[in-house]
């Protein structure tokens, strides 16, 4: 069946700007993650969504930073008045109810200039 | 806290020679620990977990990693190491009553001479 996907894979934007990022989970997946990648940080978690829960927005680096997830599946992140340091892979991932393994989704490249 | 510790950034081996890949964990409750592999420019693919069941995992690729309580380790090995081996690991831990968020190990980049 069809992996998480992602939108866009790329994305230029100028300091200060909005971005908004897309994921589409596997399917059946219950459990949708956003992590980021960057040099200087390694990989990250930022925020995870479970069914009707509550969302974990432990992770999320500023009150820029936010997301959501519309009828228990596709989730987008939003970043606002975007930053130089925001500049990073965007990974999604999903993982089914058993919690035991996250599928990973090609990422989303930011760039913020 | 959970957290990982992969030992070394960087391995390279010789193709058809073994590879060893440390990772040592650190979690207050029993772990679901797993390896992730990313290729150049591509999303993080799984290889293998381990969820309390059998200690020694097998996952894709020939690859293999051994739980060891008392040593709290997971070590990735692989009998003989192919070309395409060559890319990124990440050790990697997660647990239960943190909903299953991951932590990631630094990475330890493979790089495989013919």
């Known amino acids: 069946g069809a992996g998480v996907s992602q939108s866009p894979s790329n994305k230029v934007t100028e300091k200060g700007k909005d971005v908004e990022l897309r994921c589409d989970p596997i399917s059946g997946h219950t459990a949708l993650y956003w992590y980021r990648q960057s040099l200087g940080q390694g990989l990250e978690f930022l925020i995870y969504?479970?069914?009707?829960?509550?969302?974990?927005k432990s992770g999320l680096p500023s009150d820029r930073f936010s997301a959501e997830r519309t009828g228990g599946s596709v989730s987008t992140l939003t970043i606002q008045r975007t930053q130089q340091e925001d500049s990073a892979v965007y990974l999604c991932a999903s993982s089914a109810e058993d919690y035991t393994a996250q599928y990973f989704g090609p990422g989303t490249r930011l760039t913020v200039l | 806290a959970q957290s990982v510790t992969q030992l070394d950034s960087h391995v390279s081996v010789s193709e058809g020679t073994p590879v060893l890949l440390r990772c040592n964990y650190s979690?207050?409750?029993?772990?679901?620990l797993f390896w992730y592999v990313q290729h150049p420019n591509k999303g993080l693919q799984l290889l293998l977990k381990y969820t309390s069941a059998a200690t020694l995992v097998k996952g894709i690729n020939g690859f293999e990693a051994e739980f060891k309580k008392s040593e709290t380790s997971f070590h990735l090995t692989k009998p003989s190491a192919h070309m395409s081996d060559a890319a990124e690991y990440f050790c990697v831990v997660s647990a239960p009553n943190q909903g299953g968020k991951l932590i990631f190990g630094q990475g330890t980049e493979l790089s495989v001479k013919p």
């Open positions: 979690s207050s409750y029993s772990p679901s």
């Open positions: 969504f479970q069914g009707n829960s509550a969302p974990d």
